[in-house]
């Protein structure tokens, strides 16, 4: 049946963007957090904390766009959850398709749905004055980078959906990726940061991320951070899709 | 002997989750076109059965095969032979009943899917809710609809796992109609049920499975023969209360909702 596998997963992921579409609340409750860190960062923390001559909106937008990314896969977790527990899910698995597909249509508009997150993200940080003047080969790999993200924390959001007991636990698993950034350089440089949370700070994948997207929405040459922020991300995408497959397979046999 | 054609031979079918055996050796056929009934109290391993039998679960020991393919090692066959309506109502609540009769027309890859979908509608007595989405429908028109969805493409093995369970005595009538219909149309239909009064009234032979095997098998008439003749005694018919029921509301017709 891999004859259909594109055509089936196409038919697939039309239906989960539908979940999409018609609950944008969802958007709205994903977007909701990172825009209030975004405001209160700005106007109320972000006086007292020197970036140097970058202002503070253009320093902690990246940071706030991984935290975008990291609530807005609770929902991915969510939505296979409900579609593994509704009985739809093994009406497809006894149906002649291909059937990965269904997982592929979850993955598939998880990137969709955290594409339009990330864009709301970024439209009110312009209204906060955000400004980059960074070409469109900088903004395609700043793109390129959020979706390898979005990717990997993906295929960890399906780990949860496949496995959760509850719809509460299916999401859970996002609180401690949306809390990664605090203890990175997304907001304050890890400079200012005491000696064994500055080693982690600055050993840990988001600090390596933030520092490339910032970089290049700078215009200033990435250095060797992109390679280890692009390995950081392969290496979670990696092991999270193996271990996500194990979970299915467990799952569906 | 020479072997005959079944719709569904099961052999030796053993199953267990743990230390729990849930099945411990079910043994049955199913003749192309007819009405099977799986009668079995909650928990009985009804619906481990039809799990099995539609490639949802694999099996510890013994055989099954569903069209003349074998469930384990020709999966991908026996999948396009049949279609499974679940214990619980499998349809999409977000989208409208016509989408997600199109969503299963185009993923059995058939042509003029919108057609199909308005024609299953009609039949179902779902055209006035057809735009609506699922999510606001009642326990009976999901019912409905999950069924219709379970037509599409005209598998020639069906499986219904409890289709009446939560339905009110109207929609209940109305899924038998459609069952009857079926195997009418020459489909072999598979069904698990826990009402022994919806074995009685559908089934041409019943199967009651019971602490992880089949206890007996035949067609109500021999089922009958199992007891001692019936004494004839006058006993005043007094009316059930689902005659009642139907009588006051004065009507058996297919209505929305």
């Known amino acids: 049946m891999t004859t ?15 979940h999409v579409t018609r609950s944008m609340d969802t958007i709205i409750t994903t977007v909701i957090t990172p ?23 253009n320093y902690m937008l990246p940071g706030i766009l991984l935290i975008t990314i990291a609530s ?14 509704s009985g739809i899910f093994e009406r497809f698995h006894s149906m002649p398709i291909a059937r990965s597909g269904v997982l592929w249509a979850h993955v598939l508009t998880s990137l969709v749905a955290n594409l ?17 003047g960074a070409g469109v080969l900088a903004w395609l790999a700043v793109l390129g980078i959020l979706l390898l993200f979005t990717l990997a924390l993906t295929w960890i959001a399906v780990i949860a959906g496949l496995s959760a007991k509850t719809a509460e636990g299916g999401g859970a698993f996002s609180y401690p990726l949306i809390f990664l950034p605090f203890l990175s350089s997304a907001f304050v ?13 600055e050993n840990q994948p988001v600090t390596s991320i933030v520092n490339t997207i910032r970089d290049l929405f700078a215009e200033r040459p990435v250095g060797g951070d992109i390679w280890t922020a692009l390995a950081w991300c392969v290496g979670i995408l990696v092991v999270a899709y193996v271990f996500a497959m194990v979970t299915y397979r467990r799952k569906i046999s | 002997m020479p072997m005959e054609k079944t719709a569904i031979r099961v052999r030796g079918l053993e199953k267990s989750y743990g230390t729990l055996e849930v099945l411990r050796g079910v043994d049955f056929d199913v003749e192309p076109g007819s009405i099977f009934a799986l009668l079995g109290s909650n928990g009985a391993g009804k619906t481990t059965v039809v799990k099995i039998l539609s ?5 510890d020991a013994g055989t099954a095969s569903v069209n003349d393919f074998d469930v384990a090692t020709q999966a991908e066959n026996v999948r396009e032979s049949i279609s499974l309506t679940g214990q619980f109502a ?13 969503l299963v027309a185009r993923l059995r890859h058939l042509e003029d899917p919108g057609a199909i979908a308005d024609d299953l509608l009609r039949r179902f007595s779902l055209t006035d809710a057809a735009t609506r989405r699922v999510s606001t429908y009642s326990g009976g028109m999901r019912r409905r609809l999950d069924i219709a969805m379970s037509l599409i493409g005209n598998s020639p093995v069906i499986f219904l796992d409890e289709p009446t369970a939560g339905l009110d005595p109207e929609a209940r009538i109305e899924v038998w109609h459609t069952v009857k219909e079926l195997a009418g149309d020459g489909t072999t239909v598979l069904l698990t049920t826990q009402y022994l009064d919806e074995a009685e009234q559908l089934a041409d032979r019943i199967a009651i499975l019971h602490e992880g095997r089949i206890i007996v098998n035949g067609t109500l008439a021999e089922l009958k023969q199992l007891l001692p003749p019936a004494n004839v005694e006058y006993v005043e018919k007094q009316p059930t209360l689902e005659e009642i029921f139907l009588a006051v509301i004065g009507t058996n017709t297919r209505k929305q909702g």
């Open chain 1, 116 to 132: 339009l997150s990330l864009v709301v993200v970024v439209g009110v940080a312009v209204l906060m004055g955000f400004r980059s």
């Open chain 1, 35 to 57: 825009i209030a860190m975004m405001l209160m960062f700005v106007y109320v923390f972000g006086g007292a904390i020197d970036t140097g001559p970058v202002s503070y909106v």
């Open chain 2, 90 to 102: 499998a349809v999409d609540e977000i989208l409208t009943g016509r989408e997600n009769l199109v």
């Open chain 1, 72 to 85: 807005g896969i609770a929902y991915t977790a969510l939505r296979l959850f409900t579609d593994m527990n």
């Open chain 2, 55 to 59: 490639t949802l679960l694999k099996a």
């Open chain 1, 4 to 18: 259909y596998f594109f055509s089936d997963a196409v038919v697939l992921t039309g239906r989960t963007l539908r």
């Open chain 1, 189 to 201: 440089p890890t400079e200012t940061m005491p000696g064994p949370v500055r080693w982690f700070a």
